[in-house]
């Protein structure tokens, strides 16, 4: 994931130095991953890992401070400096006011999807997808996301989602773009 995640806007935005920023996102993954794990559902392409796609359950979205803690966010942290930790911090409660918003009734929440740039726009991403994404159409459940990349619209409107709002993240001209399936 820090190799898919690299370039990213928002990635780049929280932790601006790009030659610490891999060793940054391990860490901030490594912990996404244990909480989605145990609370959600992580699937891969294959043994290889050439993508991963995380979905959570709308009440298991917001990870409390404890749980930031419990799940490895002390050692992710202690890498960071105050003001990526700001950054993030003030990212988070940006985006839940507008996951609010839009997505008040149970859904999925694609918290991420990536794939390592080596197997890039070789049907990975979109497998990684239709797997779940055919599960809650028969289960009749909503998906939620926000992207910050504006390549990946095109993506993401392919797999049938709409964007419901269009944002700039606050003090930023970073995109931000949330939608609902």
């Known amino acids: 994931m820090a190799r898919a995640f690299q370039n990213d806007p928002l990635y780049e935005y929280f932790f601006p130095d790009?030659?610490?920023?891999?060793?940054?996102?391990?860490?901030?993954?490594?912990m996404l991953l244990r909480y989605?794990?145990?609370?959600?559902?992580?699937?891969?392409?294959s043994a290889n890992m050439e993508g991963v796609s995380v979905w959570l359950p709308s009440d298991k979205v917001a990870m409390s401070l404890w749980q930031i803690f419990r799940?490895?966010?002390?050692?992710?942290?202690?890498?960071?400096?105050?003001a990526e930790i700001a950054r993030s911090f003030g990212y988070m409660d940006y985006a839940a006011t507008i996951r609010e918003?839009?997505?008040?009734?149970?859904?999925?929440?694609?918290?991420?999807?990536?794939?390592?740039?080596?197997?890039?726009?070789k049907g990975h991403g979109g497998r990684l997808?239709?797997?779940?994404?055919?599960?809650?159409?028969?289960e009749q459940e909503s998906c939620f996301l926000e992207t910050q990349n504006?390549?990946?619209?095109?993506?993401?409107?392919?797999?049938?989602?709409?964007?419901?709002?269009r944002g700039t993240i606050p003090d930023t001209d970073i995109g931000h773009w949330a939608m609902l399936r």
Request: positive net charge.
């Open 71 to 82: 799940f490895g966010g002390i050692s992710a942290m202690l890498k960071m400096s105050r």
């Open 150 to 165: 504006l390549e990946n619209l095109a993506f993401y409107l392919h797999h049938g989602f709409q964007v419901v709002e």
């Open 101 to 121: 918003r839009f997505a008040q009734s149970r859904h999925r929440y694609l918290q991420f999807i990536g794939v390592d740039p080596d197997y890039q726009g």
């Open 36 to 45: 989605a794990v145990l609370h959600g559902e992580v699937y891969a392409n």
């Open 18 to 30: 790009a030659a610490e920023r891999p060793d940054k996102l391990l860490n901030i993954f490594s």
């Open 129 to 138: 997808f239709k797997f779940l994404l055919n599960r809650l159409d028969s």
